[in-house]
């Protein structure tokens, strides 16, 4: 099984601010099968980042996705209100498919 | 557009089963499978398992392999979660979601509450 380690476990940074989150795995992520996904409180999680790097349809530009084998970043260029939310990373090229344990980018 | 519509929330006794729908829309069902995801309150996201929406086969986690059944009805767009011997470590929001097998999880259900509780 492949366990994802994501840091911080809290980012706490102001709107206009840039967000950088990382996901590290135990091995090496299949074909950069690797997501984001955001969560709001009370909603379900939704798809920001798909291969590593790749936007999902309707995702801002200002999110981006990042490297390879066993190293993964999601950066927000320049946060908004709306942005403040708990994210996962997740991999799916091997079962069981599994998620990090969540960075939570709050307010400062 | 893409919808997941699961069934309502439920309570449940220890010991007992709970099956959770999730009704597909607004795409072809047969050519995607489903996923469930579950969320205990304040933790985060746990895979279970998928189906393949149109041939039935599954793979789950080991973790719940003894304890989960999936199935699919394509007269209905609509697969099915089982979750038996339910544990109060189970209380949690189950959630659906599209998954193509080797791709990542693009829509969500709205999640259902179960509350396992005596």
């Known amino acids: 099984e492949i366990v994802l380690t994501q840091s911080p476990g809290t980012l706490s940074l102001s709107p206009g601010e840039r967000a950088t989150l990382s996901c590290r795995a135990s091995q090496s992520v299949s074909s950069s099968f690797l997501a984001w996904y955001q969560q709001k409180p009370g909603q379900a999680p939704r798809l920001l980042i798909f291969g590593a790097s790749s936007r999902a349809t309707g995702i801002p530009d200002r999110f981006s996705g990042s490297g390879s084998g066993t190293d993964f970043t999601l950066t927000i260029s320049r946060l908004e209100p709306e942005d403040f939310a708990v994210y996962y990373c997740?991999?799916?090229?091997?079962?069981?498919?599994?998620f990090g344990g969540g960075t939570k980018v709050e307010i400062k | 557009q893409v919808q997941l519509v699961q069934s309502g929330a439920e309570v449940k006794k220890p010991g007992a089963s709970v099956k959770v729908s999730c009704k597909a829309s607004?795409?072809?069902?047969?050519?995607?499978?489903i996923t469930w995801v579950r969320q205990a309150p304040g933790q985060g996201l746990e895979w279970m398992g998928w189906i393949n929406a149109y041939k039935g086969n599954t793979n789950s986690a080991q973790k719940f392999q003894d304890r989960v059944t999936l199935t699919t009805d394509t007269s209905t767009n609509t697969v099915y979660m089982e979750l038996r011997s339910l544990r109060s470590d189970d209380t949690a929001v189950y959630y659906c979601?599209?998954?193509?097998?080797?791709?990542?999880?693009?829509?969500w259900g709205q999640g259902t509450l179960v509350t396992v509780s005596s």
């Open positions: 607004g795409y072809t069902f047969t050519s995607y499978g």
């Open positions: 979601a599209r998954d193509m097998l080797l791709g990542p999880f693009d829509n």
């Open positions: 997740q991999q799916y090229g091997s079962s069981p498919r599994t």
